[in-house]
């Protein structure tokens, strides 16, 4: 929930600033940088997904890179992490990247 409230902030601040510079390509400049956050997470949440698929690598489930803990916190959501927890996320973020 960080992430994305952070990604929504940085974005607004973008096109406003963009829009003060009397930009022509204002939308599109906003755009790519929506894009490119929206592929950092999606490679963040696979990294995350795959990790927990390799159990003898890690002790024990958990979030592996800090954007991933942004999105998935252990607070927000009510539940435990899992497999198919983690997977559920990387799903909606590729689900949502390739809108």
């Known amino acids: ?43 963040s949440l696979a990294q995350n997904y795959t990790n927990s698929l390799i159990s003898n690598a890690n002790d024990r489930i958990s979030v592996s890179n800090k954007i991933s803990y942004w999105i998935i916190t252990d607070h927000d959501w009510g539940m435990t992490w899992s497999v198919e927890l983690f997977k559920k996320f990387y799903e909606i973020s590729s689900t949502v990247r390739s809108l």
């Open 1 to 43: 929930m960080l992430f994305v409230s952070l990604a929504i902030i940085a974005a607004t601040g973008l096109f406003v600033y963009l829009l003060r510079l009397s930009d022509n390509f204002k939308f599109s400049k906003t755009t790519l940088i929506l894009l490119l956050l929206s592929i950092i997470a999606n490679i």
